[in-house]
């Protein structure tokens, strides 16, 4: 496996503080383990991470900040020069690398990376994929032994995951990725106390194949699509509507839909004024500017079933 990066015992299943954490905080430290695996120091904005993650850009930032005051990341914060932001530059973290006396699981980076790309399409959640992660560990962990067939009682795997329904993401996650040729993620029974793990389904890495090389560059062009759509839902957000009006509002829609969309009659324009009435024609307008901004086909019965849905 060439795309790997590892993951070490004394964090995986040592470490009271690592448990302590969060989901999505572990999620975020395993991608900034990733990456820096990768590439070494790099630049990231929260922003971009956030995309990355299915998360917030707050959650994002909150989560940073608390694994800088353990001394888990040693970064240094984005900033502005000459009116251009520069991103937040990762340096180094706690348990990155491999060290002399502490076992390592290999982790699959594409894997990590398809998962990542399953939670922004909603297919598994935050918790689906950090339990994934801890049977990717595991699996490495045992593969030289009796077949690569292991199991984890579902207390111990309740306890390193900090999930209490660890066993329905265990059911998720085979029932929600198959591979071509029908192939599950793996292959496990359900015994009464434990998981017995007995067949495992790896990820061909993209330097391997033309199509998972694809699906790298679409799954990187999917976060670049998702910051891009954040940032213009940013501009709007901070956009001054305050001096808006309801009777501006049919103007407001007017000036989108020139060329693209049919014309507003006198009923559509009574629809929008009595919504600015109702909701505020300051959000109305906001409304307007962001589903016309967004990518597909646009109606007035569409942008209305948005406002009200």
């Known amino acids: 496996m060439i795309n790997w990066f590892p993951l070490s015992k004394s964090m995986m299943e040592d470490s009271t503080e690592f448990r302590g954490l969060t989901v999505t905080e572990r999620l975020y430290y395993i991608l900034t383990l990733s990456e820096l695996n990768l590439r070494g120091q790099f630049y990231r904005a929260d922003l971009e991470m956030a995309a ?172 670049t699509k998702i910051v891009i759509k954040a940032k213009k839902e940013k501009v709007l957000r901070d956009k001054d509507y305050s001096s808006i009006k309801p009777e501006h509002l049919p103007e407001i829609y007017k000036q989108w839909i020139i060329g693209t969309c049919y014309a507003l009659g006198p009923r559509q324009k009574a629809e929008l004024i009595a919504l600015g009435n109702s909701l505020g024609a300051a959000n109305v307008a906001r409304k307007i500017d962001m589903y016309m901004d967004n990518a597909g086909s646009k109606s007035f019965p569409g942008f209305i079933k948005s406002v009200k849905g």
């Open 52 to 223: 990355m993650l299915g998360l917030s850009e707050d959650k994002i930032r909150r989560a940073r900040r608390k694994l800088q005051g353990m001394e888990w990341l040693t970064i240094k914060p984005g900033f502005k020069s000459n009116g251009k932001g520069v991103a937040t530059t990762y340096i180094d973290a706690k348990w990155n690398g491999t060290f002399s006396g502490d076992y390592y699981s290999k982790i699959h980076r594409y894997a990590l990376e398809s998962m990542l790309h399953n939670i922004r399409e909603k297919r598994f959640t935050h918790p689906d994929v950090l339990v994934y992660i801890y049977l990717c560990y595991f699996y490495d962990k045992n593969k030289g032994k009796n077949n690569g067939k292991f199991f984890k009682t579902k207390t111990s795997l309740q306890e390193l995951t900090g999930i209490p329904g660890v066993v329905g993401c265990v059911n998720h996650l085979y029932q929600g990725f198959v591979f071509t040729g029908n192939a599950h993620l793996f292959e496990y029974q359900d015994k009464y106390h434990k998981l017995v793990f007995d067949s495992w389904s790896a990820f061909q890495d993209p330097s391997a194949g033309e199509g998972n090389r694809k699906l790298a560059e679409i799954y990187r062009e999917e976060v």
